[in-house]
């Protein structure tokens, strides 16, 4: 069963608006990671923001914001006043289980890809 | 300090042939990860070590893929008797040991079986 889902494969958004990219997660663990990864295309995995599971509050990373909905099992990334160079591959994904332990693997979504138009 | 290195950036190998991919963690990383990303698609994960204990394996789709890793360093990935399915963006990451450690990726490793 897929334990990330991204359900929007692509997404056109214009120019300095705010942009919502989905992301819902399967897990029993009530200890998991949430994590957001850009990845333009140059190719690099570039890390944007993170949720603990006993977060209280959503995260934030200047333009970026977690919003996580833990009854749901949902962690979207907002982007606000959004720019061209937004324009990439985003990555949900979650690392469950214990601290060191041998679950504590990190898995990913299929992606989202986001064009930003001028 | 030094990011996650990966050598060589480009392999070019015909089919058949067994490949040798290489990967430098961030020192003091305990956890290492190898992925691949097959052109225009999402990262499929591979192998996970994580300091001492036995790595897991459960993302390697099959025999011919295996990957070592020494300590807490330098980990390789090689893939037997290659096939044009297996060309692909091959990443490696580290991170720490919590689980709020974000993973730092390498450049990644392109392979192409002709």
């Known amino acids: 069963a897929q334990k990330i889902t991204q359900t929007q494969p692509g997404m056109f958004v214009q120019e300095k608006e705010a942009v919502t990219l989905d992301c819902t997660y399967d897990t029993s663990d009530p200890s998991y990671g949430l994590f957001w990864y850009k990845q333009p295309s140059s190719g690099e995995m570039i890390f944007l923001i993170y949720q603990g599971s006993y977060d209280q509050q959503n995260a934030t990373e200047g333009r970026y914001s977690l919003n996580f909905q833990k009854a749901r099992k949902s962690a979207n990334l907002v982007i606000s006043a959004s720019q061209l160079g937004d324009s990439a591959m985003y990555f949900c994904?979650?690392?469950?289980?214990?601290?060191?332990?041998?679950?504590?693997?990190?898995?990913f979504g299929k992606g989202t890809r986001l064009h930003i138009l001028p | 300090g030094a990011g996650v290195s990966q050598s060589p950036s480009n392999k070019v190998t015909e089919k058949g042939k067994d490949v040798e991919l290489r990967c430098d963690p961030i020192s003091g990383h305990t956890a290492l990860y190898w992925y691949r990303q097959r052109l225009g698609q999402g990262l499929e994960f591979l192998i996970y070590?994580?300091?001492?204990?036995?790595?897991?394996k459960s993302g390697l789709p099959s025999d011919r893929f295996s990957a070592e890793r020494t300590g807490e360093s330098v980990s390789t990935l090689t893939i037997q008797r290659t096939q044009q399915e297996d060309s692909a963006v091959y990443l490696c990451?580290?991170?720490?040991?919590?689980?709020?450690?974000?993973?730092?990726f390498g450049p990644g490793t392109r392979l192409t079986v002709l």
């Open positions: 990451a580290s991170s720490g040991v919590f689980a709020a450690d974000t993973q730092y």
């Open positions: 070590f994580q300091g001492n204990s036995a790595p897991d």
């Open positions: 994904a979650m690392r469950e289980g214990r601290k060191g332990g041998r679950d504590d693997k990190i898995i």
